[in-house]
C-alpha cells in the first residue's frame, strides 16, 4: 500500500454528457483495478448544470424534444466493467420509473427530462466511488492548461473572474467541452453594427437559451431566420408556443396553431437549399439490415488504400436506398415478397423493372434526386418555392407518420442512420482522400442529414401548423440574398427569378457552429493551441491535404502535440474531435468512445504505487 495521503488528481473539463461519461469509465475502473493511494476526480463545468449540459438543461421549457426515440438513450454502457451504480437504467426505463410517464422506445420525450435522467446518474456514480476515490465538482469556465513538473496546471474563471495562480497539479486531463463557441465572421459583425445602430431592428446570432434569446422581441414582427436545421425547430417553436401560443387538434385531427398574439406576423426561413429537414418517427419492430453496404463489402474497399466516397462509397449506398424504397413500394402495392427474393443488386434491378411495367403510374425513385430535389442552380419564384415547400412537408409529414416498414420514403429515409456506425470506421483518422472527406464534409454530409436525423414528427406537424396558419413563410427560402437597408432600417432577404423583397426587423441564426478549430474563439483552446499542447488534424496524401477542423488525436484519444508527440496526459472525446472522427455530436455510448480505455490506462497506472510509475 502506498500513502494514504497523497492524491493523485484527474481533471476532466466540460461536466455535460460525455464528460460526465468519462467519470463513469473512471469510477468503474477503478472499482476494478483499485488504486494504491487517494485519487481526485475534478469536473470543471462552466454552469451548476452538470450531466445535463446546457443541451439537457433540466428548466428548459418541455417542448424541446430529443431528436432520438428514448429507446436510444442509454447513458450506460453496456461493456465491462459494469458501472459501480447499483440500478443502471436506459432512459426508457428510468422515465417509467422516475416521471410519472408511460413511454416506449419508440417515443420522444422532453429534453428536459433527459437532463433529469442524466443528472440524478451523475449523482448516482457521485455518491457510489470506489474506494480512496473522491469527486470535486467546481462551476467555472478553465481557461488555460500548462505543463508544470510533469503534470498539468488549469487556470479556472469564475463569473469573469481569473482565479490566482493554479496551486493544484493533475497527472491526466480530459477534454470535453462540447460544441465550440466559433469567433464571429465579419458578416456577423456587420449585422450586429447594422442593428446596434437602428433601434428598428435586432440580430439575434444565438438562439440558446430560448426562453431569454427572444424576450425583447415584440408581438407581430418579422423575422428572417438563418438555418432550416434542426435549431430553425427550436427557434420557431420558441417563437410560437414559447410566447403562448397553442397548437390543438381539430375535429379531424389536424393539427392547428391557436396564436396568442405575441408571436411574431412572419418568419421567413432561408438557407442554400431552402429545403426543410425530413421528419422521422421511430416504429416498434425487429429494423430490415442494409443489403449492401455491409462489413464484407467495406472491408474489401478499406484494403485497396485511402477511400473515395464518390466512387467507392456512394454507389453502394444509393443501392441500398433503391433497395429500401422498391421493397417497401412493392409490398404496398400488393407484392408481399417485395424485394427479399433478390440475389444481387442486378437482380433488384431487373425486379424493380418488372415491378415498373405491372405499375406504370407509381413514383419512381433516385437516391441523386432524394438526396437533391432540386437541381442545385434552379431559381423559383418566392410564392411557387412557398407551394413547393407547402406541398412537400405535408407529403413528408404524413410519410414519416407510417413509419419505415410501410413508407418507402420513410424506407429510404433510415438508409444513412443505419449505414453511420460503419461510415464512422471508414471515415475516421483520414481514412478517406483529403479530396475526398473535404466533398463529403462540405458537399453531401449535410444533405444526407437533411433526409436522415429531421426533427421527430410531433415537431414537424407543428412546422406544418404554422406554415397553413401563414406565420412559416418559405417566399424567400432558397438562397435570398441578405442586404441591410440603411433607409429603412431592416434587413431585405431578396430570392426568386423576380427578386421580391421582403423587408424583417429581426435577423436571427438558427444555427449552431461547426467544430473548427481555427476559429474557435474559446480561451482554452486557443491557449492550448498556442502553447502547441494541441494541433488540429490535417489529412493528408501525397499531394493533397484537407484541414478539418479536429483537434488530432490518436485512436485512443490522446492528444498530438506540435512535436508531433502523442501526450498520454490529455485526451479528448466528443465534438472537439468531429473531423478526424464521425458523428460525435450525439448521447451514445459506443460510437467514438475513447474514455473507456483512457479510464483502463490510467486505472492501470494508479494501481501502481506513484513512484513507480511517475515520469517527466
Ligand atoms: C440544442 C441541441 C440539442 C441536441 N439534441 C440532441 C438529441 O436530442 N439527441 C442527441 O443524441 N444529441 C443531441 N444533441 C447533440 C449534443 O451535442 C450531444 O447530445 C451532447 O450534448 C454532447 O455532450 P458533450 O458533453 O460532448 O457536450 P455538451 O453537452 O455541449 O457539454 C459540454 C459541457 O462542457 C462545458 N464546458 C465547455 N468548455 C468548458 C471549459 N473551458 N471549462 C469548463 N466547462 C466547459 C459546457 O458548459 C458544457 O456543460 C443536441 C445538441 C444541441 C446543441
Given at each position: 500500500m502506498g500513502d494514504y495521503k497523497t492524491i493523485r488528481k484527474i481533471a476532466i473539463i466540460g461536466g455535460g454528457p460525455k464528460g460526465i461519461y468519462g467519470f463513469e469509465r473512471l469510477a468503474a475502473w477503478f472499482k476494478v483495478n483499485p488504486p494504491t493511494e487517494r485519487i481526485e476526480i475534478r469536473i470543471f463545468n462552466r454552469t451548476d448544470s452538470f450531466a445535463a449540459g446546457e443541451n439537457y438543461r433540466v428548466g428548459q421549457p418541455s417542448w424541446l424534444l430529443i431528436n432520438n426515440p428514448v429507446g436510444e438513450v442509454n447513458m450506460w454502457p453496456e461493456e465491462k466493467p459494469s458501472p459501480v451504480v447499483p440500478l443502471p437504467l436506459s432512459l426508457t426505463e428510468w422515465v417509467n420509473r422516475n416521471e410519472n410517464l408511460h413511454v416506449t422506445d419508440q417515443d420522444?420525450?422532453?429534453?428536459?427530462?433527459?437532463?433529469?435522467?442524466?443528472?440524478?446518474?451523475?449523482?448516482?456514480?457521485?455518491?457510489?466511488?470506489?474506494?480512496?476515490?473522491?469527486?470535486?465538482?467546481?462551476?467555472?469556465?478553465?481557461?488555460?492548461?500548462?505543463?508544470?513538473s510533469g503534470k498539468y496546471a488549469l487556470c479556472m474563471d469564475t463569473n469573469g473572474h481569473e482565479k490566482s495562480p493554479p496551486t493544484e497539479l493533475y497527472d491526466h486531463v480530459l477534454l470535453a467541452t462540447g460544441h465550440p463557441r466559433n469567433r464571429e465572421t465579419e458578416e456577423q459583425l456587420r449585422y450586429q453594427s447594422f442593428a446596434n445602430k437602428h433601434t428598428s431592428c435586432g440580430y439575434i446570432p444565438y438562439i440558446y437559451p430560448v426562453e431569454t434569446a427572444f424576450k425583447d422581441l415584440p408581438p407581430s414582427c418579422s423575422i428572417g431566420m438563418k438555418g432550416?436545421?434542426?435549431?430553425?425547430?427550436?427557434?420557431?417553436?420558441?417563437?410560437?408556443?414559447?410566447?403562448?401560443?397553442?397548437?390543438?387538434?381539430?375535429?379531424?385531427?389536424?393539427l392547428v396553431y391557436n396564436p396568442s398574439g405575441n408571436e411574431p406576423k412572419v418568419i421567413y426561413p432561408f438557407s442554400r437549399s431552402g429545403l426543410p429537414m425530413l421528419p422521422r418517427r421511430s416504429v416498434p419492430g425487429e429494423m430490415s439490415k442494409?443489403?449492401?453496404?455491409?462489413?464484407?463489402?467495406?472491408?474489401?474497399?478499406?484494403?485497396?488504400?485511402?477511400?473515395?466516397?464518390?466512387?467507392?462509397?456512394?454507389?453502394?449506398?444509393?443501392?441500398?436506398m433503391i433497395y429500401a424504397y422498391y421493397d417497401i413500394a412493392m409490398k404496398e402495392a400488393g407484392f408481399p415478397e417485395g424485394l427479399s427474393a433478390s440475389t444481387d443488386f442486378e437482380d433488384v434491378q431487373r425486379t424493380v423493372a418488372e415491378y415498373q411495367q405491372k405499375c406504370p403510374g407509381l413514383k419512381r425513385f433516385d437516391p441523386d434526386t432524394f438526396l437533391d430535389p432540386l437541381q442545385e442552380n434552379s431559381t423559383f419564384d418566392g410564392q411557387t418555392f412557398h407551394q413547393y415547400i407547402h406541398s412537400q412537408y405535408n407529403?413528408?409529414?404524413?410519410?414519416?407518420?407510417?413509419?419505415?416498414?410501410?413508407?418507402?420514403l420513410a424506407a429510404v429515409t433510415a438508409v444513412w442512420k443505419k449505414a453511420s456506425s460503419l461510415f464512422c470506421d471508414l471515415y475516421s483518422f483520414g481514412g478517406f482522400t483529403p479530396e475526398s472527406q473535404r466533398y463529403f464534409d462540405r458537399s453531401i454530409r449535410g444533405k444526407l442529414n437533411r433526409v436522415t436525423f429531421g426533427p421527430p414528427v410531433e415537431s414537424a406537424e407543428k412546422m406544418y401548423a404554422l406554415v397553413e396558419s401563414g406565420i412559416l413563410n418559405f417566399g424567400a427560402a432558397r438562397s435570398p440574398n441578405l442586404s441591410m437597408d440603411e433607409k429603412s432600417g431592416a434587413f431585405i432577404l431578396e430570392s426568386g427569378q423576380r427578386s421580391l423583397r421582403h423587408h424583417v426587423q429581426y435577423l436571427v441564426d438558427a444555427r449552431i457552429p461547426k467544430m473548427s478549430l481555427a476559429d474557435d474563439c474559446s480561451k482554452l483552446f486557443r491557449?492550448?493551441?498556442?502553447?502547441?499542447?494541441?494541433?488540429?488534424?490535417?489529412?493528408?496524401?501525397?499531394q493533397e491535404a484537407y484541414q478539418t477542423g479536429a483537434v488530432n488525436i490518436t485512436p485512443e484519444g490522446f492528444v498530438i502535440d506540435n512535436q508531433g508527440n502523442v501526450n498520454s496526459g490529455i485526451a479528448v472525446t466528443g465534438t472537439p474531435t468531429?473531423?478526424?472522427?464521425?458523428?460525435?455530436?450525439?448521447?451514445?455510448?459506443?460510437?467514438?468512445?475513447?474514455?473507456?480505455?483512457?479510464?483502463?490506462?490510467?486505472?492501470?497506472?494508479?494501481?501502481?504505487?506513484?513512484?513507480?510509475?511517475?515520469?517527466?
Open positions: 420522444y420525450t422532453s429534453r428536459a427530462i433527459v437532463g433529469r435522467y442524466l443528472a440524478h446518474g451523475f449523482r448516482l456514480i457521485a455518491s457510489n466511488l470506489p474506494d480512496k476515490v473522491f469527486g470535486n465538482y467546481s462551476v467555472g469556465e478553465v481557461t488555460d492548461i500548462y505543463k508544470d432550416i436545421g434542426l435549431t430553425f425547430v427550436d427557434a420557431v417553436l420558441a417563437l410560437t408556443e414559447g410566447k403562448g401560443g397553442v397548437f390543438k387538434r381539430d375535429e379531424s385531427e389536424k442494409l443489403k449492401f453496404f455491409t462489413k464484407p463489402e467495406l472491408q474489401k474497399i478499406q484494403t485497396r488504400g485511402k477511400i473515395d466516397f464518390k466512387q467507392q462509397i456512394w454507389p453502394l449506398l444509393s443501392q441500398d407529403f413528408y409529414v404524413k410519410e414519416a407518420r407510417k413509419g419505415e416498414f410501410k413508407s418507402p491557449k492550448l493551441l498556442n502553447r502547441g499542447l494541441i494541433t488540429t488534424f490535417i489529412n493528408r496524401a501525397t468531429e473531423g478526424i472522427t464521425f458523428d460525435n455530436d450525439t448521447l451514445s455510448r459506443n460510437r467514438n468512445n475513447f474514455v473507456n480505455s483512457w479510464a483502463e490506462y490510467i486505472s492501470k497506472e494508479y494501481a501502481k504505487p506513484e513512484t513507480e510509475h511517475h515520469a517527466n
